[in-house]
């Protein structure tokens, strides 16, 4: 379901024990991670940052990562005000450096893009605003703002408004 694993560490308080236990299903399924290493205060000094980086190294390396996966990036945080660091105190005014490294180093997903839409469904909800919901993964092709989406277990085209079934994807601006 996923090609690579975000862990998100507190800068205060380091690995806590569903980290393990997360990184652990990650690191097996060999995802490839990207440290987020978020500072909830400015106050947070550089040595508490680098304890805190090598419990995380410790964690990888007590769950046997590769080589590959110990070569973590890391991106600094401060998520209460809106801003990554590719290094702490680098400047940048938004989150665009994690965004980038997200995309830098987590492989795209498989598939073609311009292909039949195939989404596997993993979970439905409702929403009185929204209506019904459909969470999943897209495996091939492109969703469309406010196009119908027809759902089927056999493969076969399905013609949305005969079935009921049509599947709303809200773009930007279209909620």
Known sequence: MVDGVVVLVDASEGPLPQTRYVLQKALAAKLP???VLNKR???TDARA???VLDEIYDLFIDLDATEDQLDFPV???NARDGVAHRTPGDGSKDLLPLFETIVKHIPAPPGDP???LQIQVMNLD???FLG???IGRVFNGTPEARRGR???STGRPVDADANHQTVYIPGPGTG
Do not use: H, L, M, N
Request: proline share 4%; net charge negative.
């Open 132 to 134: 019904r919901i459909a």
């Open 75 to 77: 991106v600094y945080t």
């Open 126 to 128: 409702y929403s009185e």
């Open 33 to 35: 991670p990207v440290i």
């Open 150 to 152: 027809g759902a089927s």
């Open 41 to 43: 205060s400015t106050a």
């Open 49 to 51: 940052e680098k304890e």
């Open 114 to 116: 311009e292909g039949v």
